[in-house]
């Protein structure tokens, strides 16, 4: 599946997605082809060493947890 992202924003891990009413269930994403990845925010475009938003922001507030699991295997 391919789906089209806005690469300012952080990526996302899951999505809740609502089958019917009442019916719901989370879908979780995994990347391909990720170049340069922040794996303190989750956003493309740079990496850990230069990351915009740690420059402004204390490091311990920046660990969102995000690792290579969520790159897709295969």
């Known amino acids: 599946m391919r789906v089209?992202?806005?690469i300012q924003t952080p990526?996302?891990?899951m999505k809740k997605i609502l089958l019917s009413p009442?019916?719901?269930m989370?879908?979780?994403f995994y990347y391909e082809k990720l170049t340069l990845?922040?794996?303190l925010y989750g956003c493309l475009g740079?990496?850990?060493s230069f990351c915009p938003i740690q420059l402004t922001r204390d490091v311990s507030d920046s660990d969102m947890g995000w690792d290579a699991s969520l790159q897709a295997v295969g």
Do not use: E, I, P, W
């Open 46 to 48: 740079h990496g850990d």
């Open 11 to 13: 990526l996302k891990r």
């Open 26 to 28: 989370y879908v979780h």
């Open 4 to 6: 089209q992202l806005d």
């Open 37 to 39: 990845f922040c794996y």
């Open 22 to 24: 009442g019916n719901s």
